[in-house]
């Protein structure tokens, strides 16, 4: 099966080791695929090529098998797309400047767009020139997803929203997935890409360095516990057991360890010869796990 987006050992190189450097990712149709790294890593290199704005020096993106270079104006017939920098032009209010784009597309519905603008608390009587950052933000989104096009691609689409509103905005993505539509979107917080994405590629200093398929982390079933001893003697007596332990705090007498579900009665078990202050689950994220598999690869 070809990739809805296949991005194949694409290369931008501006000098002095700035640029995307052999990416490769493929993206399915109907999934909603994160792409994650701290500023300046390539991610919006990597999204301006995927829409035909930059040709590359290596490599090649398709989408829906089309090049995304040589048939760009095909390319967007299948594509919204938010840019990281917002700029409107023109001196149209925000329900002209949607109705028109909706116009555009040939397929997108105002009522929908209304709908997006209310749930998203958009003022759409303001001159989309005037608008805030967040207003602009969410005007691009609601434009977006009224566009009705099968792939959204998105660079750093929760810029500018409040913590409510990017909640609102995960929800809408998840809705746009159960739709069918198929999602890329970056951004340089971890956390949101961990509630939302299916998959996940970071990339660091322009080279993929991991695609995560989310469920491994989600459903993962190597569990951390943390537990505090009551006393020295008994801190020492479980260190001798055969446990993996990934860090100790020996002078709060505190340790983790790493252990798989089906293991765990058998921790309960042996955790009732032990005077304990406390022990509880400590939830794996995204990025402790992008921490920790980055660091072993150092
Ligand atoms: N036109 C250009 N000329 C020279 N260098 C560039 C150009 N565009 C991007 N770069 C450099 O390439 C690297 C990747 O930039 P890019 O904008 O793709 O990163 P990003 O991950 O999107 O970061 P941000 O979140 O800051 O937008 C950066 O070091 C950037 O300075």
Redesign the pocket.
């Known amino acids: 099966m070809v990739a809805y987006i296949d991005i194949d050992h694409l290369t931008k190189d501006?000098?002095k080791?700035?640029?995307?450097f052999d990416v490769s990712l493929e993206v399915e149709e109907g999934e909603i695929y994160g792409f994650v790294?701290?500023?300046?890593?390539?991610?919006?290199?990597?999204?301006?090529h995927m829409m035909g704005f930059l040709k590359p020096d290596e490599g090649s993106v398709t989408i829906k098998g089309l090049d995304a270079t040589k048939s760009s104006a095909e390319v967007k017939r299948y594509v919204s797309y938010i840019p990281?920098e917002i700029n409107f032009p023109g001196d149209t209010t925000g329900e002209e400047f949607l109705k028109n784009q909706i116009y555009l597309s040939g397929r997108g519905s105002w009522e929908y767009a209304k709908e997006l603008s209310d749930l998203l608390q958009l003022d759409v009587t303001a001159k989309v020139r005037s608008m805030s950052k967040g207003m602009k933000q969410k005007t691009a989104i609601v434009s977006a997803f009224a566009s009705a096009a099968d792939i959204l691609i998105m660079?750093?689409p929760t810029t500018g929203l409040d913590p409510l509103m990017r909640d609102i905005f995960l929800d809408l993505i998840k809705q746009e997935k159960e739709k069918g539509k198929t999602i890329f979107m970056?951004s340089?917080i971890f956390q949101e890409v961990e509630e939302a994405c299916d998959r996940v590629a970071v990339?660091q200093e322009?080279k993929i360095i991991d695609v995560i398929d989310m469920e491994t982390i989600r459903y993962n079933k190597n569990k951390y516990y943390r537990m505090e001893f009551k006393s020295l003697k008994d801190f020492e007596h479980f260190l001798r057991l055969d446990y993996q332990i990934d860090k100790i705090k020996a002078g709060d007498l505190q340790l983790f360890v790493q252990i798989h579900d089906k293991d765990i009665n058998q921790l309960i078990q042996d955790l009732k010869y032990f005077d304990l202050v406390y022990f509880k689950e400590v939830k794996v994220t995204f990025e402790d796990y992008i921490t920790q598999t980055f660091k072993e690869e150092v």
């Open positions: 501006y000098g080791g700035r640029g995307v790294g701290v500023n300046g890593a390539g991610k919006t290199t990597t999204i301006r990281g660079d750093e970056s340089h990339i322009g």
